[in-house]
């Protein structure tokens, strides 16, 4: 498949134009290399992420957190070196960072609803324009700990868990990466319990005083789900091969 269609489509699939971010989203850096067969999913353009994609003949890496956002002047450094090595393997890189929170079929938050069989009812916590999260009832109350084992289970994390709401679950707000300052909103809309990625001190008492379960997964798991999803999309749609490179960070 030629590198032009492939981005052009999920330009359009993931509304890429359309959905402001911390940085250019899309198609971040172009190899020699028009041509993708291979694609690579990751969650970071880590140096053996791209060192293992590279060794697999990987066309194009497809990952969540790109290289380029507001905060970056010149690619040089160790970011530069990343280029270098990206290059050197003739990988096209691609990212979609907040556009694969929010879409409602690959999106993180949309996935973890599906794993976790949270009925998404409702979209929340809006980043420049955005809604994000979800929210919404399960099929029937769990108990906590056997709701936290599910999301150990399906996450392969081990997740930190604030148990200041009812031992029952019923409804759970959802929202990847690092969510925690969202607490007292995930409580506003009538959950019991809040899966979300990182925390950090500060949120254990806003948890206690809104009455809420928190689940910390990790932001690094969280956000693992989104770019496999794309990736099984993208093999169904267009006989891609594609592989998940799994580097956790356990935050």
Known sequence: MKRNELTTYLDDYLRIGDIKDYGPQGLQLESDNQEVRRVALAVDVAPPV?????????DMLLVHHGILWR??????GPLGERVRRLLRHGINLYAAHLPLDAHAEVGNNAVLARLLNVKAEAWWCEVMGTKLGVCGPLPESAPLSQFVQQVNEQL???ARVLSHGPALVNRVAILSGFGADEVAAAAALGADTYVTGETSHAHYWAAADHHLNVIFAGHYATETVGVQALGAHLARHFGLETRFF?????M
């Open 50 to 58: 791209i060192e293992a994609a590279g060794a697999w003949g990987a």
């Open 71 to 76: 905060s970056v002047e010149r690619l040089a």
């Open 156 to 158: 392969h994390t081990t």
């Open 246 to 250: 799994d580097f956790p960070t356990d």
